[in-house]
């Protein structure tokens, strides 16, 4: 039994490797100044510069870029965070947290369910 929490693990392993294809998909793709992504994503531009580089959200980026759902989820994030949407994107993070954690397990790493998740499976 492990008393750490399932967004402690998300947390480490997959919501920085989110934030990584983010960063790059709005510079790269998108055209934004390093300084303009790290405003719409609400972290520091070294912040966005460490991911980019890939120093940062390396472990399980991989995976996720090749999972064609997860890279479709995170597409459309990166469009509403391009536009500026004055939608709330914040609680589109556990979509994606909860979307990387089944990309993980089909990929044979276990990540218990969060409480976002389990409500989720309550409503079924």
């Given at each position: 039994?492990?008393?750490?929490?399932?967004?402690?693990?998300?947390?480490?392993?997959?919501?920085?490797?989110?934030?990584?294809?983010?960063?790059?998909?709005?510079?790269?793709?998108?055209?934004?100044?390093?300084?303009?992504?790290?405003?719409?994503?609400?972290?520091?531009?070294?912040?966005?510069?460490?991911?980019?580089?890939?120093?940062?959200?390396?472990?399980?980026?991989?995976?996720?870029?090749?999972?064609?759902?997860?890279?479709?989820?995170?597409?459309?994030?990166?469009?509403?965070?391009?536009?500026?949407?004055?939608?709330?994107?914040?609680?589109?993070?556990?979509?994606?947290?909860?979307?990387?954690?089944?990309?993980?397990?089909?990929?044979?790493?276990?990540v218990p369910l969060?409480?976002?998740?389990?409500?989720?499976?309550?409503?079924?």
């Open positions: 039994m492990s008393i750490t929490p399932p967004c402690e693990i998300s947390v480490k392993e997959i919501l920085p490797a989110v934030r990584s294809i983010i960063a790059t998909k709005l510079v790269k793709e998108k055209g934004l100044p390093l300084y303009e992504a790290a405003k719409k994503m609400g972290i520091t531009p070294a912040a966005v510069a460490n991911y980019m580089n890939k120093k940062r959200g390396n472990s399980v980026r991989e995976l996720i870029e090749h999972d064609k759902k997860m890279m479709e989820m995170i597409t459309d994030f990166v469009e509403k965070v391009y536009i500026g949407t004055n939608e709330d994107l914040s609680n589109y993070y556990c979509m994606l947290c909860s979307e990387g954690k089944k990309v993980l397990k089909r990929s044979g790493i276990d969060c409480a976002y998740e389990s409500s989720l499976m309550l409503k079924q």
